[in-house]
């Protein structure tokens, strides 16, 4: 008998930026993380269809997964409280809660046209940066991007790049591998440095990043 594979959709960096729909994806699972939602460190959740959920053992023992206990064997709760031993964590997951709502307030088709509308923003400015090189295609028609590009520039590294950016300028930005070094390894690079936006940016952000980063580029090409 051919078993079909279960598939977790991995959707940490989707879930804050646009509407995601587990009945159109018809994923089997499906996970995100609260602190890039607007919400508490330390919980996420995950989503499961709940015929698999069923059939699957609890991973961990303690209060609310048992349902009854005996001293040769016990049985387990019904999903989700099976898979949900111990103490929860009541204060974060209120929080969480509360980041929802938060951003449904706004609406995640709203969040998701603005953030496409800076991504552009964001990739035309920085085309117009010296020496730079963005990863990824181009933002056009039929090709979205996330608000955020990766990027090098000739012969600085990109960790002093966000070091300098940060210190001077007061701009965040990330530097390194970004948790994909399969990928840097691919385009022969050993970081880039990474500059991400939420809702909450402005063109106005844009802007100050460019000048910023311009700042910096010449900071570090005056050694040279
Ligand atoms: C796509 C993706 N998955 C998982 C994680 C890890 O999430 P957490 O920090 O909540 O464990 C991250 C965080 O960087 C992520 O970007």
Known sequence: MLLR????????????HMPVDVR???ADFLVASSHKMCGPTGVGFLYGKSD??????????????ISDVF?????????PSRFEAGTPAIGEVIGLGAAIDYLQGIGMQKIHEYEMELANYLYE????????RIYGPKPSKGVDRAALCSFNVKNIHPTDIATFLDQQHGVAIRSGHHCAQPLHRYLGINASARASLHFY????????????????????????
């Not at 594979?5 to 804050?16: E, R, T």
């Not at 698999?52 to 997964?65: A, D």
């Not at 400015?125 to 730079?132: A, E, F, G, H, R």
Request: proline share 7%; net charge negative; with cysteine.
């Open 5 to 16: 594979p279960k598939v977790l959709v991995d959707a940490c960096q989707s879930v804050p």
């Open 71 to 79: 001293l040769d064997h016990s049985t387990y709760a019904e999903p």
């Open 24 to 26: 159109d994806l018809d």
């Open 52 to 65: 698999i959920l069923s059939t699957m053992p609890p991973f961990l023992g303690g209060g609310e997964m």
């Open 125 to 132: 400015n920085l085309s117009t940066v010296n020496n730079i």
């Open 201 to 224: 940016n402005t063109k106005e952000d844009v802007d100050y990043f460019i000048h910023a980063l311009n700042d910096t580029v010449n900071f570090f090409d005056s050694f040279k």
